[in-house]
Structures are given as structure tokens and as C-alpha cells.
């Protein structure tokens, strides 16, 4: 089960403070303060669930005496008509938190579903699907978490967290005469004694002088599947792999098929389709 | 042009933070603090623009010595190839930033995208396409806007802008023995007197009950296309009509041609396609 | 009992900040750790109760060993000698939090009986009493609540929840040659669509223009009984229309007989007189 | 004139937050977004100057391209018709804060002509008007600042720095067996070097007691005119006097002349009745 | 026992964020979510507790399950092997927290330990070991809370709690032609009524001159110990004397037996010895 | 230069406010509003410079009309006397802020001086100096700078970028029956890829455990010196090597001529000696 740590609460809570939570006319002209009520999430289309316990967390933020109950863990696999979790309390709680909390659930259930299209695409062989820093701003935990969630793993959480020399890198240098191979030397010799170097590259020579430069792992992007699968060969037992650029699900196996060791994937959370979760009132 | 408010440079923060952006190993390996470039924002597909101004603000906020030149304003249709924006100064700073600048603007550029497909699909029909509060959570102002940058109108932007009775409204009341149109005439006697009361519906006589109750607009909510025409007339010179419930951009012209007054997608919003846009750097 | 939400939250915190309650030298020089006690909040004079629930919060903010009872629901009418909540607990917490909780009880239970005395005055007319954004900075929906209490309404909680074109937007676009009545017709197209347009208007003759404009509330702003009466015929079935302007108590019935249907009162929130409660130890 | 420090500018965001000062649909439906214009603040009524630097701030603070020029510093004594700040820029930005700005300048000079009014009263005996910690929560700092530009000044901004031993504490250590004079003892020995020690005294032996004690502030709370002259005369020279306790405007000059050093009053920002300032605008 | 108050739980927030503490791979590769254990918190070097509260805090608030149990109060002499606390739970849990909880108990132990040698170096002599403004930047509350531990006490806490007139002040005046006892005396008459007026001086005739101005305590700031005594017996039943300026642990006593009543030490906070104190698992 | 970060700028702010910067009632008896001076940072003793970019920030967040200017750059060697930087303006602004300013710059270059120490006692021989994370609760970004101001370099910044298996994590799997070998492995696989695996190891047994497993580095910790070569030249071209556990200024060079590759040094932050820095005004 996720954990709802301070820094998801705080965006739970930004979110109820843009939707003025709080100041909901319709429940307060209309509903009683003391009607309580039932209601359940339920999946209206198939998909793959994440982010059940983000919204369980939005109805009891807005009114901590409403209860919610799991009923589904995330990752699971669902089909329409699944409930996934059961809110009891305070309707007017339940319904200031309703559509903020199905804000999340759906974007979150939505990445976990595109991931694990991708994961099942590629079963059987040697290869991670990874999702990108291409995240919407402020959410970059949950749709991450999401990403874990389909099957998915994820690529650096931050900019901190890994040295990923790209190809505005190459060029600032370039511009000052380095030649990638330096450059790849000085990162290795500079960067912090935890983290490995990782090079895009967009050809076979580019990512034979990042070898030599002493690259832990080389970003091939937007290459050919051919001169991929010779990028492969070439790093095997010297470097990591990972295949970047627009790579769709229809491709996404033939990428796999290659031999690189990671796929990774932007549409993942750039472009995500929210799956259909309501909330059904069972009063 | 959008005016960076200080709820959007808070959002901007955050999201500056997750990416821990200010401590950014690789340019500290790599960039000397005093390199300075010129890059350019450029679009490598069509679309309409919402966000250059979030993303301009974004670099300086990195760096408040970077200087970010906006050449095309929001709304603009574009084509691959133009130039949106050019920024200039520390390399390193330009650097940090590009990621979180990127992922406002494709985001919100594919919103205003979308939308604007929606408004064509509908050209010449006196009706309004409306977003919905099915926003990423924390980014509800700048969705909006980017709605309106492709042309559609903007609904409710919180719970408190405006009174919806919807379907889990109206099961609350039922439940204690209370008519639609009773409900409606409440809401209407009790709502903050500037405030509209909108209905949801979805048979012609709930509509019937919501008029009689008072309703300012109806909301036909996944009616069929002929039941729609006739709530929209039953509804003419008494109420407003708002069409919503999985309307597609196939379908959006067909419901339009019923006489409704607006027609919602939440799709605008929760199922955002990133439009292309990258950072090119001219060292 | 008014819901202690994040918001308010807040409020008790930057209170409690200022007042810096965890750094009380008297009580630690003063009151061991272990002491306990029983204290009771009272009126010393007759009013109507608003924030008693508020006030019990700040007690148990400062330290939540508190124990705060409400004996008397907020809109109560008090009179001199009334207990209204107990607390009972650690005397240190108790003593730190007081003031806090006292000013904020104050100020509110001030405001609630400031508006009952206008409801009062109104009695048996078909007029609500409104009071307006002229708020303590901070404490809009708190002194918002407290005019409920009152038995008032509220007029916009912000900016956003209504439009309401006043004298100096009407000056704005008079100055670009639009007239009034083309001002309001351009509002009521351009308003998003679940708000009304009220106008302010301080003569007939702009009463009629606004009408015409397609105004859905009408301002009637510091005009005499006479003129105010004619504008309420005018308007009668076509709008509703609202007072204001330096309406007193003496004057307050007088102008609900013109027969508008509300009356806007600055002073609720602006000009309050603090009500005498006072916090004392039982030990 | 006022410095607009850290602490004034987030009250002022949070008020602007709190009106939604950056999403109102008046200004967006009726400005256009480039039309400029000049308004003054002026004076209504006759009162003290307090809170222009604020209110100037404000207007900048939604836009930072909006000129403010204050004419007249706080303090100043105004009559009505007096301009006392004109600002220039953006109508948009100007209309967007207006309220805002004159909620904190009305409060603020409400409370800088009551207290200027209590200072004239006694006008020629030695003695000072004092506030009380008794403002509206979250504007301390602005209610003191408006009480010296009144010409009172200020008792404690906090609970922090000064000692102050009031009925509830002396209650709580007479019910350990504790004496008044030990208590205060033992105040004086455990206090803060820096801090004196003041102690609320209803009658003449407590008076006694506390000097005995060793405190350096008497608080003569509820006292009889006769009764503070006595207790006024018993502490010259061994401590300094302050009277308390519903001191009215009528009644403060005889309080004065009872020979206490100081005088204050809840009153000056418990019970603050706005001043009228409004925003004209010469388009 | 220290109250975690809302200041600490603010701090220990910012302190858990820095080190991203819900983000750590490590525990997330390693440790299953379900694994429970428990550890303690044990000296390993003697000295003064104080913190033992803050980083059980700590562990509770990156999980609040997590069961921490105080076996040793703040201010207990230590010696090495003696466990202080036990936390039993979640071993994800206690993993993350682990560094920051060391963090705070380790510099505040540190803190408490070198306080109690002061103390203990005077011991018998009638004389107050004071802590100064000299501590790390956010962690004021924290190091004074320490500096009591160790038996010392706190001088200002703040700017705002004392009226403190030092070497810069001083030179500031004299630049327009005032003297150090028209300083004095100027701060006499113009400070707050409840705090005292503390000089700094350098020599005996500085030390003649703010006590004719009226001073309430001297600082002697570096002075010889014959001096000092000298302005001790000067100050004696006129004003406090605090002695301040570099005065070591070797000189303390020295200093305490020329008579002054406060020796202040910036050592105390600003240049501290972490206490050894682990965390050991017993799985 | 030091970039001043909104990280940053949130310490400073929080800082100042612990201070009660804004409320100085030394200043506002004392120094006209408008009285301006000069003042200098000055050395009073030898050290490194680091923190007088932050410094000189502190100043301008106090009062923006205060002009700070860098005279020497952090990392400078300085001997007593030397000038670092000088303030100009506002006296008030300047004293306000002068304590701040000071714990900043006294604490960083405490640290960086230290740090320098370490770098010159291992001077000639190939190995880094390291900090860690125990660091002051919220000051991690600042005492990891002033580390690498004196030469030194940084391990992890957090949790997240880096794996470190240490001795709990390996209790914690031996708890249930996995070896260090199979343990290392794990985190192998399963570690982001970004990220490298180090592994705290007290013997050479589970040094070589730990290289099966695959770590790229080995944390050496507590080992004799004889141990520790023999570690090191058993991981030679294996792993990269880092000596921990209570390493003296005395004891660092033999660790270094052990053949380690790194060292890291817990007091370097977690028992800084301030160094005295000083304001001196020029008035």
C-alpha cells in the first residue's frame, strides 16, 4: 500500500485549496450537516489501479471522521464494474472531496495502465520499461509511483539523482572544442562517487567514445533498430543500455528485441489517458 | 500574454523542488558557471501554444539573470519548426530549467491543442466547448487557461463558483424523500444570490422538474442525440443547456447541432496528449 | 458546529505564531509541567455566540492533551454570566493559548451580534441582511461565518464568485466611450456562465440601463428611500435588487421597506465591537 | 514611513488569496488587458493616517508594473477630501486590489484616529495610551504599528517579552498554596534578566504584595479612581503603574490623573470602527 | 519532558525533506514493507542528554507507527553503553529516519554536555552560565532548549525580548555627537515598559556612564578580571552584570569569582561537539 | 560565487524570523530611520572562507536598499583582519541583521577551515576528503557548500542519490537469513540504474562478500590501517574504496596512505569550531 507521506499530503492538499473544497455552496445549501452516507469507487472501464490510497487520503483530509476501506491494492488488474475502495461518512465530506480525489485516482490508474500495456508488449524478454522526468509539474511522486504501480520502473526522480550527460551537454561543450570522450572522462572523474554516468548518444561512434570515455550507461536515442541492436552488442559487458524516442507500443517489442537493456518511455506520463473511476452513492 | 501570478511561481517552485533543480550534479560537472548560450523554445509538431510565459518564467526563476524573449503569444496556431521563445544567458542555469519548462508548456500546449480541434469541429454553431474540474491536481488554474488559449470557454474553476446539483446530489436528497424539483427550488432559495444553480439531468423529465424547480442550467448529462434536441428546446428562453458525458471530437458536431448552448469535455483536460516542443541550444 | 478546516487551521496557527504562545517565559516561570485545571469561557455581556468552536481549537493546538467541551452552539443567543465551552487540561497549555482563543471569539460572537441586531430590525420583511468583502485581511471566512450566525447571509466570498461591476469599472469603460448599459450586455455574454451580473447603479436612469443590459441583480447604491423604493418597482420580476451604502440600524428598517430584497452592511465586519468573554480558572 | 517587511507581505498574499484577487471575472470580462488609468485614495472623513505604505503595496503586489506614490505619511491627521496615495498603471491590476488595499488602510487608520483620540484626551499629563495584545488574529504587527502612528505605543507584542502575571496565574499558584508575594518572587528570580516582571493587582494589599515581591510594573486592573491614585502613589519610585479595565474615552483623563504612568485600552484594536478611504478613479 | 511544539515539527520536516527521506532507495530495495524491528538509542561517550524527544519525534513522523519509548530524560548525566530510547516498528521506517533523528539528539546532547561543564566549573558560586544569539541558523529553540539541559540558561531569545545596546549601537550614536549615557538613557525612555535596558561596555568609566543613564544590566565585554570586579562592585544593587567575551572553560571560574551575576558563552552553541549517540538494530 | 538559491533564501527567511529580525526594539529606540553608515565582515582570526555570498544576503533580505559587495570569494584563505566583504546603508537594516549574518558566515567557515585542515594533511596523496550527512537539521546544502569551499568533496546530499547498504540494513537481512553477498546483489538489481551500490563492510571478509555482490564501492569502517590496505588492494580495479569511523586530523594521512580512495569525515559538520568573523561599523 502506498504510504501518504507529508509530501502527498501536501499536494492533496493544494489541490482541495485550487477546487475551494471548503466552500462548496451546493452541499451547503443542500445538504444536512449530519446526513451520512456510503459510497464506493468503482472502475468503469478495465485498466490497472494505482492510487486508491491518494484518494481514500482526499476524503479523510477533507473530513477526517469519514472512512475509507481499500478494497483492491494498487497494481491490481481491473475490469469495469470493480469496486476499488468504500467511502462511509459525511456526505457533504464525501462530496466536497469527490471529484479532486477522482482527479487523482483516474490520472494515476491511467499511467499504471499505459505502463503495463507497455511491460506485457515486451514479456519474456531481458528488458525495463522506464518512464522519464517528463512529468506533470507538482506530481512528479505519484505519477512515478504510478509508473511502479503498471510494472514499470522509474528512471531518475530528479536531477540529482544521476548524471545523464544529453545532447545540450554535448553541444556546450563541443562549443568550448571538448570532444565527447573528454567530456564523458571529466564527468566520470567530477561527478559524485555514488552516482554512474550516463551519455545519449544518436551514433555508433558517439557511443563508442562515450565507452571510451568511460560511460556507465548509454541513452540511445532515436536511433534505428539496427544500429541499435549494434549499440547493444558494442556496450554489452561495458555499459548499460537504455533505447529512447518516441518508441510507441506497436514498436516497443522490436525495440526490446535489440538487446538493449531499458526502454524508456515519455508518453508514460506526458500523455496520459485517465481511466474512467467514479464514485457511486449508495445512500 | 499570461501574467506569471504568484500562484503560478508557486507552482513553479514545486515543481523546481521535486526536480531538485539547484543541485543539478551534471551541469556541476560539466559547465563552467560562466558559459553563456542562446537556446531556442520550437515546436517539432502542429499544434496551437498555451505556456511560453510559464516556461520563460521558469528559467528565471532558475536563474533571474536569464534573459527569455517570447516570440509567438499563447493561442498561436503553429507550425513544426517555429520558434516560440528564445533564452538567453548562464548555460548552466538554462540547463537546469529546461526539463520543468518543458513540461508546462508541452503540457499546456496540448491542452489548448486539443480544444482547438474541438472549437473547429464545431465552427459556425452559435455553442461554447467548456472544460471541466478534471484537472491535474495543482495545475487547475493553468489547464484552464490553456483552454481558453485554444478557444473553448472555462466552467466552474472551484466548487464555489457556481452551484452544480448532480446525480449524488440529487440521490442525497432522494434519499430523504426529497423531489428534484424540490431540491432545485432549495438550492435556488438558499444559494448565494449571484451564484446560477445548474442541474444535471438525463431524461427530459427531470429537465422538466429542474425547470419547474427554477434551475438557471441544465446540465443533459449522456442523453442520446434526439432527447437532447428536445431538452434543449423544452429549456429555450427558460434556462441555459450544457451537453456533457463522453463527447468525442467525431461526435462534438452532431451534439452541437441539438441547440445546446455548451457542450463539456472533461477530456480537454484528463487525457492530455503533450504537444511536441523542445529546447535547442545554438552555442 | 462549524467544521475546523484546514483553512482555519492556519489562521490559528499564524495567530498562534505571532503571539509566539510556545515561548511564554510567565507560565515557565510560573506553572509546573504537571499542574492541571478547569477553566470555563463566559460572557460577561448579551450577544450571540459565533467561534466557540475555533476558540476550543486554538486550546488543543497548543497543546492537544486539552479537553475542550462546547456547552453552547454558535448563533446562541447569550446573555451576561453564560458558560459556553470548558477546557480542561494542562494549566501551562491553557494559560499560553487564552488570549488567542479569546481574541478570536471575541471578534466573532462581535460580528454575529452586530448582525442579529440588523435581522432583528428587519423582522417580518421579505429581505435578507448581506454583509460584504470589507473584511479583517485574513479572516474573510471567518468573519464570514460569523455573519451566518448573525442570521445574515453573505454576499461574494471573493473576487471570483460573482461578477459585480461597480462605479470605477463602469468609470473604466465610460472612458472608452461603452456606455452602461453595452458594459453589462458585454458582461453578461462574456461572465463565465454559472454567475450572475449585478451592477451598481446610483440613479434610475442607470437602474433602467442595467436592466435593459440584461443585469441579473442590481446595486442600489446610497440612494434616497424614494428612489430606492422606484428602483425595487422597476426592477421587480426583472432582478433582484440589493441596498447599500451606509445603512445604519436606525435606518435599516426604512430602507427594507422599499421593498428591495437585500441589504449589504459593511459595518458587519468592518466596525466591530469585540464581545466581552473571558476565560476563568477553576483550580 | 512603514518598511513592508517579509512578515506584511505574506499577510498581504494571504488576503489577496484569500478575495482570489488574481481570478476576478469582472475585470476579465469588462478590461482590456492593456488599458491604464490614475486613482487616487482619499479621505472621507476626518481620522488619522495609518497603513498607506500597505495599502500602496498591495496594489503592487498584484501587479508589479502598477505605480503607487504615497502624498501623505502615516500619521498625518487628515480631514476629509485629503488625497493621501495615487496610484497609475494597469486598470486590471488596480481593480483587482482595491479591496484588498482598503481593508488593511481602513482598519489601520480606524485604529490610528481612536487612539489619537485617547492620547488627545490626556494631552499635558505624563503619562502613555498603550494597546493590548487584544488584535484580530494574524495582524498584530499591523495593529500595533497603527496604534503608535495614533501615538500610543505599544505593551507586548507577544507573550514572549515581558512577564506579565495576571488573576489566572495568581489563581493557579494560590491554589498550590503559593502567596502573591512569592509568587512574584519567584517570577523575579526565574524571569528572563532582560525582562521586567508586571503584575495584575486588584486592590491595595495585592498592590503591596507584588511590591513586596519585587515586581517592576503594577497592571491595576478594575480599579476605583481613589483606589489607583493610592496605589499609584504607594509604587512611585518603586514600580511603574499601568491602569487597566475598560477604560472609555470619557473616563481616560481622570484615569490619567490619578498619577498611573500608563493607560491601556483593548479598545483601540478590539473594537476598531473602520475609517472611510475609498479609491476614485481619473480615468 | 520537551512539547513538541509546531516550531519542532516544522523543523524536523525541513530537516526529513533535505534528506528526501521518503525517497530512500536503499530501504526500498532492501527491506520488505512488512518487516518490523526495534532499536535503540544508546550513548557511546559520556555527557548531557537533551533531544531524546526531538528524535522520537522524528521517527514518528516519518512513520507513525512507529512505537518510540524515552528511558532517559533530558538533562541525565550519561555514560557510555546507557540506552536513551527504544523505537520499535517498521525497520523501513526507522531506517529513514535514522540520520536525521541522530542529527538533532547528537548536536543537542553535544550542546547540553558542554553546557554542564560551564556549570559545573562554577559550582557554588553565586552566578548564571547564559547561552547567547550565536546558534545555528533555524535552530535557535532547539540549542537554547539544549543549553537548560545542561543546567545553563537562556539569554535573548530574540531580537525583541531584551533591549541590548552593544559596541556597534553605541558607535552608531556617537557618529551623531550623543553620548553613551544620553544613549542610555534615550533607550530608558523609549524602550518597551517590560523589558530592561542592557549596555555593553568596555571599561569602567563606560560602565559609570550607563549606569547614570539608567542601565538595568551591564555587559563587560572583554574585560580583565580585576576590571571586572572593579565594575561588579560598581554595578552592585544599581544594576546586573553579565561578563561575556571569549571566557573558556579554564577561565570560567576566574571570571565567576569576580562577582558578576551572568556569564554569557557563545561557545555554548556556536561551535559545538557532537555527542556520540547510535541507533543499534536488534532485529 | 555561491548562488543564492530559494532554498536559500527559505533558510535566511527562517532564520531572520527566529530572530524577530523585523522587531528590534533596540534599533527603533536608538538609530533614526534614516541614518546610514558602512561596515565591514572582517576576520578576527586565520580559516577559510565560506557563506560570505550568504552573508551579504542576509543583509539584503533585511533591508533591499542595503548594497553588500564581496570582497573576497568563499574559499579564500584568510589571516586575521582580512576584510571579506562590506555593507553599506541603512543602519538599522544592517544591525538588524548583523547576528544572522554572522551564525551563517561563522558556521561555514568554521566548517571549510576544518575541511582545509584534512585536505592539506593528505596533500600529495590520491585520495578525496568527504563530508557525510551529519549535517545541522536544515543547514545540509550550506555545510556540504562550505565543504567543498575547503577542498573538500561530497558524499551523498541525501538518501536518495546513492544506494548505502549499512550495518542495520545488513542486520536487517541477516534477521532473515540473507547473506551480505545475496544482500548486495539484491540492491544490484534492483537499484535504480542510475545509482551506484556501496556497502559498509568491517572486515576483509565481508569486503569480499560485498565485491562478489557486486558493490561498486566499500565503505571501509572502523579498520585498523593494516586491515584497510589489505582492503583496498583487494578492491582495486574492483570497486572504488572510502574509509570512515572517528579519522583525526592526526590519523588521516596514514588512512590516506593506506590506498584508499576516498575518505569522509563526520565532524567535519557535525562539530564545527565557528570561526570569528566579525561586523565592525565605519560609521
Same mark, same amino acid.
Not at 14 to 41: H, K, M, W
Not at 50 to 74: K, M, N, Y
Not at 202 to 213: D, F, I, N, P, R
Not at 232 to 259: F, H, N
Given at each position: 500500500?502506498?504510504?501518504?507521506?507529508?509530501?502527498?499530503?501536501?499536494?492533496?492538499?493544494?489541490?482541495? =485549496?485550487?477546487?475551494?473544497?471548503?466552500?462548496?455552496?451546493?452541499?451547503?445549501?443542500?445538504?444536512?450537516?449530519?446526513?451520512?452516507?456510503?459510497?464506493?469507487?468503482?472502475?468503469?472501464?478495465?485498466?490497472?489501479?494505482?492510487?486508491?490510497?491518494?484518494?481514500?487520503?482526499?476524503?479523510?483530509?477533507?473530513?477526517?471522521?469519514?472512512?475509507?476501506?481499500?478494497?483492491?491494492?494498487?497494481?491490481?488488474?481491473?475490469?469495469?464494474?470493480?469496486?476499488?475502495?468504500?467511502?462511509?461518512?459525511?456526505?457533504?465530506?464525501?462530496?466536497?472531496?469527490?471529484?479532486?480525489?477522482?482527479?487523482?485516482?483516474?490520472?494515476?490508474?491511467?499511467?499504471?495502465?499505459?505502463?503495463?500495456?507497455?511491460?506485457?508488449?515486451?514479456?519474456?524478454?531481458?528488458?525495463?520499461?522506464?518512464?522519464?522526468?517528463?512529468?506533470?509539474?507538482?506530481?512528479?511522486?505519484?505519477?512515478?509511483?504510478?509508473?511502479?504501480?503498471?510494472?514499470?520502473?522509474?528512471?531518475?526522480?530528479?536531477?540529482?539523482?544521476?548524471?545523464?550527460?544529453?545532447?545540450?551537454?554535448?553541444?556546450?561543450?563541443?562549443?568550448?572544442?571538448?570532444?565527447?570522450?573528454?567530456?564523458?572522462?571529466?564527468?566520470?572523474?567530477?561527478?559524485?562517487?555514488?552516482?554512474?554516468?550516463?551519455?545519449?548518444?544518436?551514433?555508433?561512434?558517439?557511443?563508442?567514445?562515450?565507452?571510451?570515455?568511460?560511460?556507465?550507461?548509454?541513452?540511445?536515442?532515436?536511433?534505428?533498430?539496427? =544500429?541499435?541492436?549494434?549499440?547493444?552488442?558494442?556496450?554489452?559487458?561495458?555499459?548499460?543500455?537504455?533505447?529512447?524516442?518516441?518508441?510507441?507500443?506497436?514498436?516497443?517489442?522490436?525495440?526490446?528485441?535489440?538487446?538493449?537493456?531499458?526502454?524508456?518511455?515519455?508518453?508514460?506520463?506526458?500523455?496520459?489517458?485517465?481511466?474512467?473511476?467514479?464514485?457511486?452513492?449508495?445512500?
Amino acid at each position: 500500500m502506498q504510504p501518504i507521506t507529508r509530501d502527498t499530503l501536501d499536494i492533496i492538499d493544494s489541490a482541495l =485549496e485550487e477546487d475551494l473544497a471548503y466552500q462548496d455552496p451546493t452541499t451547503a445549501c443542500l445538504i444536512p450537516p449530519d446526513q451520512r452516507g456510503r459510497a464506493v469507487l468503482l472502475a468503469k472501464s478495465p485498466g490497472v489501479l494505482a492510487g486508491v490510497g491518494v484518494a481514500c487520503a482526499v476524503f479523510q483530509r477533507v473530513d477526517p471522521t469519514v472512512e475509507a476501506s481499500i478494497l483492491r491494492e494498487d497494481g491490481t488488474r481491473l475490469k469495469a464494474g470493480d469496486h476499488v475502495a468504500v467511502v462511509r461518512g459525511s456526505v457533504r465530506g464525501i462530496l466536497k472531496a469527490e471529484r479532486t480525489a477522482l482527479n487523482f485516482i483516474q490520472r494515476m490508474s491511467g499511467i499504471a495502465t499505459l505502463t503495463s500495456q507497455y511491460v506485457q508488449a515486451v514479456q519474456g524478454l531481458p528488458v525495463h520499461i522506464l518512464d522519464t522526468r517528463k512529468t506533470a509539474p507538482g506530481l512528479r511522486l505519484l505519477d512515478k509511483y504510478a509508473v511502479r504501480m503498471g510494472g514499470g520502473r522509474n528512471h531518475r526522480m530528479n536531477l540529482a539523482d544521476g548524471i545523464l550527460i544529453k545532447d545540450n551537454h554535448i553541444a556546450a561543450l563541443a562549443a568550448q572544442g571538448v570532444s565527447l570522450r573528454e567530456t564523458v572522462r571529466r564527468a566520470v572523474e567530477q561527478a559524485p562517487h555514488t552516482l554512474k554516468v550516463e551519455v545519449e548518444v544518436e551514433t555508433l561512434q558517439q557511443a563508442e567514445e562515450a565507452l571510451e570515455g568511460g560511460a556507465h550507461i548509454l541513452l540511445l536515442d532515436n536511433m534505428g533498430l539496427e =544500429e541499435m541492436a549494434l549499440a547493444a552488442a558494442m556496450a554489452r559487458g561495458r555499459a548499460l543500455t537504455e533505447a529512447s524516442g518516441g518508441i510507441t507500443l506497436e514498436k516497443v517489442r522490436a525495440v526490446a528485441e535489440t538487446g538493449v537493456d531499458m526502454i524508456s518511455v515519455g508518453a508514460l506520463t506526458h500523455s496520459v489517458q485517465a481511466m474512467d473511476i467514479s464514485l457511486d452513492f449508495q445512500v
